[in-house]
């Protein structure tokens, strides 16, 4: 069993930022692709950006785009999702992930985003 550990999550108004890490100790992510999901109460978990090992490019979902960028410190072994101009919407619980074997998932982190 492989761990992902997430931090950066809280409570921020609308138009604000916040930065979601996420790290492990075990392996190395740069290997692999590696990204965002979230979920908010009553709704299904919604890809929010990832970057992908075989193409090297970075995706977002269209609701993200402009605002929020993820990125990677191989150095660290850490990725990250810089979060801006956050909205109400954008409220969820975020889950990092890593596509290995299989799919590891971090424990999740809380986003509120509220006036």
């Known amino acids: 069993q492989l761990h992902l550990v997430e931090s950066g999550g809280g409570s921020v108004q609308p138009g604000g930022s916040l930065r979601l890490s996420c790290s492990t100790s075990?392996?190395?992510?740069?290997?692999?692709?590696i990204g965002w999901f979230r979920q908010a109460p009553g709704k299904e978990r919604e890809g929010v950006s990832c970057?992908?090992?075989?193409?090297?490019?970075?995706y977002a979902t269209d609701s993200v785009e402009g605002r929020f960028t993820i990125s990677r410190d191989n150095t660290k072994n850490t990725m990250y999702l810089q979060m801006d101009n956050l909205k109400p919407e954008d409220s969820a619980v975020y889950y990092c992930?890593?596509?290995?074997?299989?799919?590891?998932w971090g424990q999740g982190t809380q986003v509120t985003v509220t006036s």
């Open positions: 970057i992908n090992h075989n193409d090297r490019k970075t």
């Open positions: 075990e392996f190395s992510l740069e290997h692999y692709t």
């Open positions: 992930y890593v596509d290995s074997d299989h799919r590891y």
